[in-house]
């Protein structure tokens, strides 16, 4: 009786807000392009203190960003 007191709705919420926040994780704001740029040009591919000073971020989103937008291999 339990089972019934839950709808399949709230599931797809769930999945729709995943998949939700998996794309804003890709997408990054023009203050963190301009502060990406600013910090590679400081101090290279140090990820991780470039992901220091964007809350939310990885080192590994930063770099999978830097290699798909300012990849020099053209």
């Known amino acids: 009786m339990a089972d019934s007191e839950f709808s399949s709705s ?5 999945d729709s807000q995943e998949d939700t926040s998996e794309e804003s994780k890709h997408e990054f704001s023009e203050d963190e392009e301009t502060l990406i740029i600013r910090m ?10 470039i992901a220091g000073r964007i809350p939310g971020r990885t ?5 999978k960003y830097w290699n ?7």
């Open 40 to 49: 590679f040009n400081l101090v290279g591919e140090r990820w991780a203190l």
């Open 59 to 63: 080192a590994e989103e930063i770099e």
């Open 10 to 14: 709230d599931d797809t919420t769930v």
């Open 68 to 74: 798909s937008r300012y990849s020099t291999s053209q």
